[in-house]
């Protein structure tokens, strides 16, 4: 069974820098084809796709948000870290982590997702 | 890059079937043939209804079933269900090796 668990701050403030850890578990990162991915939701809008971190250490961010994120695994831990800098307001929104299993799914689809974290900034 | 675009709702009664619509560029939805869907309900994780713009994941009902010309992609429930009232969101592979939302579509089951 796939389960995956974003944990971090539920509060941050305005500049600051946020890290999430998503510790998973019923699969590896060390093994072929599988990925895993941040994603966000801010209160009552759309999902948006953030980084992926593949198994072979390969690393994509948004194109929008590239400069504000790092994205790493640690692969004995069953974790992915991603870091955002410079956080504001707009950046309020529910943080998940989720799987792309490239052996079933090929690619462009994220099947088992976390239950997500709600972050807030503010001051 | 921006979102994918979706109708913000669409409704149906019971027993019917809809359709909703995911547009893209040539960029994403046109140039492969990677699509997925997702159902959300409020407060909950999103689920995978579609992956590679027809296959649906072991366990999804095969009321759901999805499509694509050209640069946009169709999901389409048939014999709607109470249970389906919920945000659906498209999702498509990029020529940047990333993945594209669509800004959602609230279904409404009258």
């Known amino acids: 069974q796939v389960t995956l668990r974003e944990s971090g701050p539920a509060l941050v403030k305005p500049t600051q820098t946020l890290t999430l850890t998503c510790t998973f578990s019923g699969f590896s990162l060390s093994s072929g084809a599988m990925c895993v991915s941040w994603i966000r939701q801010p209160p009552g809008k759309a999902l948006e796709w953030l980084a992926r971190i593949d198994w072979d250490d390969d690393k994509y961010y948004s194109k929008s948000l590239k400069t504000r994120l790092s994205i790493s695994k640690d692969t004995s831990k069953n974790q992915v870290v991603l870091t955002m800098t410079d956080m504001a307001p707009v950046d309020t929104a529910t943080y998940y982590c989720?799987?792309?299993?490239?052996?079933?799914?090929?690619?462009?689809?994220?099947?088992?997702w976390g239950q997500g974290t709600l972050v807030t900034v503010s001051s | 890059q921006s979102a994918l675009s979706q109708p913000a709702s669409v409704s149906g009664s019971p027993g019917q079937s809809i359709t909703m619509s995911c547009t893209g560029t040539?960029?994403?939805?046109?140039?492969?043939?990677?699509v997925s869907w997702y159902q959300q309900h409020p407060g909950k994780a999103p689920k995978l209804l579609i992956y590679a713009v027809t296959k649906r994941p072991s366990g999804v009902s095969d009321r759901f079933s999805g499509s694509k010309s050209g640069n946009t992609a169709y999901l389409t429930i048939s014999g709607l269900q109470p249970e389906d009232e919920a945000d659906y969101s498209c999702g498509s592979y990029t020529s940047s090796a990333t993945l594209l939302f669509g800004a959602g579509t609230k279904l409404t089951v009258l």
């Open positions: 989720a799987r792309e299993d490239r052996v079933t799914l090929i690619r462009g689809a994220v099947d088992s």
């Open positions: 040539s960029s994403d939805i046109g140039g492969y043939d990677y």
